[in-house]
Nanobody, 125 residues
Framework: QVQLVESGGGLVQAGGSLRLSCAASGTIFSIHDMGWYRQAPGKQRELVAIMTSGGSTNYADSVKGRFTVSRDNAKNTVYLQMNSLKPEDTGVYYC???????????????????WGQGTLVTVSS
């Protein structure tokens, strides 16, 4: 019902920058929280940054001051600007959205979680 398509990953040297984008499509009445998680090799998936529909943000301590999450609610799109990248930022970055796919869900501010396919970010030292 809801598809998330990420773009913007790639290979970058330490200290460089990348910008990830994620666009949601399908039967969407509203999106509540929307943001990014990542999974490094051999590690569990972890929260990177998330933004509520009202604009509040939450960041992992490891990325505070370097990453910025933003949204375009009209386009159902979330972005992640990543600056001062470090080798430990390497991993697959997944977009996540809590989407209401019916009017009732939207009125109740209830959403189901949807995930993108992931985009690989590799930071070389």
């Amino acid at each position: 019902q809801v598809q998330l398509v990420e773009s913007g990953g790639g290979l970058v040297q330490a200290g460089g920058s990348l910008r990830l984008s994620c666009a949601a499509s399908g039967t969407i009445f509203s999106i509540h929280d929307m943001g990014w998680y990542r999974q490094a090799p051999g590690k569990q998936r972890e929260l990177v940054a998330i933004m509520t529909s009202g604009g509040s943000t939450n960041y992992a301590d490891s990325v505070k001051g370097r990453f910025t999450v933003s949204r375009d609610n009209a386009k159902n799109t979330v972005y992640l600007q990543m600056n001062s990248l470090k080798p430990e930022d390497t991993g697959v970055y997944y977009c996540n959205a809590d989407a209401a796919t019916t009017q009732v869900m939207a009125l109740l501010r209830y959403g189901l979680p949807y995930w993108g396919q992931g985009t690989l970010v590799t930071v070389s030292s």
